[in-house]
């Protein structure tokens, strides 16, 4: 997790203070870029997004921030999310290292996991899930718009409870 982002989560403020959106159990691919595909969609109508960043997220694996994150465009990040090949690849780091998505106001907060196909059977499609937090409204926004299609349980949870079963 990046270091900026970090200070936040430890003193429980914006994006943290308020809820995350996650799934119960990881999605297909396929489905997880549909997914990603609105959550950008509806951050862009109340963030500015132009520029964006990407940092391992090493919350459960080690608990360690990092320094250093990569910069993108909104254009070229959804290029890399909505695209299942390039996700996979994004997001597929390590084993119990997510990625993490944020902007410059820092007012919203990204983590997404893929699983590794070496953990996966032949017959599972590869899979991934993700963490969402930010106010109510834009929570409520995007799950009003995930796509019909994509079959995972959608969980709204308080994001202090939520970081406290993960992390603490």
């Known amino acids: 997790m990046y270091y900026k982002v970090y200070e936040k989560l430890l003193r429980y403020i914006q994006p943290f203070h308020q809820k995350v959106l996650r799934f119960n159990y990881d999605l297909p691919l396929s ?14 109508e109340h963030y500015p997004l132009d520029r964006l960043y990407s940092a ?12 250093t994150c990569q910069e993108w465009t909104l254009h070229d990040i959804k290029s890399v999310l909505c695209d299942e090949k390039e996700l996979y ?17 820092l007012g919203w907060y990204l983590r997404i996991y893929i699983e590794d196909d070496e953990n996966l059977s032949t017959q599972e499609p590869l899979s991934g899930n993700i963490e969402l937090y930010t106010h109510d409204y834009i929570l409520h926004k995007v799950a009003e718009l995930i796509p019909k299609q994509v079959s995972g349980h959608m969980l709204v ?8 079963e993960i992390y603490i």
């Open 31 to 44: 489905q997880l870029t549909l997914v990603l595909d609105t959550v950008l969609q509806v951050l862009h």
């Open 56 to 67: 391992e997220d090493r919350l459960e694996y080690d608990g360690r921030a990092t320094h």
């Open 89 to 105: 690849r994004f997001g597929n780091v390590h084993d119990w290292i997510k990625m993490g998505i944020f902007d410059d106001g």
């Open 157 to 164: 949870e308080g994001a202090k409870r939520y970081i406290e």
